[in-house]
């Protein structure tokens, strides 16, 4: 499976998988710089991954399918578009150039969000992102952090490709969270060193992620202890949701002042 990432809008990726001149993309939010790529390498696009169905995922698809009208739109079964012609649910597969694809149904973000994976990818949009999850929108504390649970049970080799470039603010926090985690400083000064050469800090490992992203061991000490402290609380007392939803909230207040963009 060849994979390459398209920049797009301010800081998203577009997933582009490729067999051959076919082609199937991941969440395309814009369609110029997509359809020029397409034009320049004669692509034939065969299929669209949504993960969800907010506008930065979604608004190239139809611009794409004005071109390409016998092109699949995958997507989850409540994402609420039109032009869906696959909405698949927890345990569906799909077959994407020649390689088989799960479908994990993974809502908090939104409702309808779903991730495509199998022992070599992730497509998690933005439930996970490097370094860090997405916000909780539409759904519960508890629906995201059971979504975040799923996957992290994914085997440890796959690589993680997530709808946003935003590694170097996760990881700012990431150290604000657990202090003495040298592997989250060796970690966060790879991706300053990578984000000031302007070079992509995505995909990344889950299993770099399962060790340096806080938001996949939320539940687990040192990092339970430093959330339930923060919060005036005592660790053993609170839930895997209260503790992730305490570390949303936690990053959310710091997200504000703009201070871990730095």
């Not at 797009?8 to 001149?21: C, G, H, R, T, V």
């Not at 949504?50 to 409540?78: K, M």
């Not at 984000?195 to 996949?216: D, G, I, M, Y």
């Amino acid at each position: 499976m060849q994979i390459q990432g398209l920049n797009a809008l301010s800081d998203n990726y577009i997933w582009i998988i490729s067999q051959q001149k076919n082609i199937w993309v991941v969440d395309p939010g814009e369609s110029a710089p997509l359809l020029n790529l397409i034009a320049q390498n004669q692509w034939q696009l065969q299929g669209i991954l949504l993960t969800h169905h907010h506008w930065d995922h979604t608004n190239g698809v139809e611009d794409l399918l004005a071109q390409f009208p016998n092109a699949r739109v995958y997507a989850g079964r409540l994402t609420n578009k039109t032009y869906i012609t696959d909405a698949l649910e927890e345990g569906d597969q799909i077959q994407i150039a020649g390689e088989t694809l799960n479908i994990l149904e993974t809502p908090g973000h939104t409702l309808d969000h779903i991730a495509y994976f199998n022992d070599q990818v992730l497509f998690c949009g933005d439930t996970l992102f490097a370094g860090g999850c997405g916000r909780v929108f539409e759904g519960t504390a508890e629906q995201m952090t059971e979504s975040l649970l799923k996957l992290r049970a994914i085997k440890d080799d796959v690589w993680v490709y997530c709808g946003h470039e935003y590694t170097l603010a996760n990881m700012n926090f990431a150290v604000i969270a657990e202090p003495d985690n040298q592997d989250i400083q060796a970690r966060r000064d790879q991706v300053r060193a990578a984000t000031q050469a302007q070079k992509p800090c995505v995909p990344s490992k889950l299993s770099s992620e399962k060790h340096t992203n806080p938001f996949l061991h939320f539940d687990q000490m040192p990092l339970s202890v430093n959330i339930a402290q923060h919060c005036g609380q005592e660790s053993h007392k609170m839930t895997p949701s209260k503790l992730f939803a305490e570390l949303r909230a936690w990053k959310d207040s710091l997200d504000m002042t703009g201070e871990l963009d730095e």
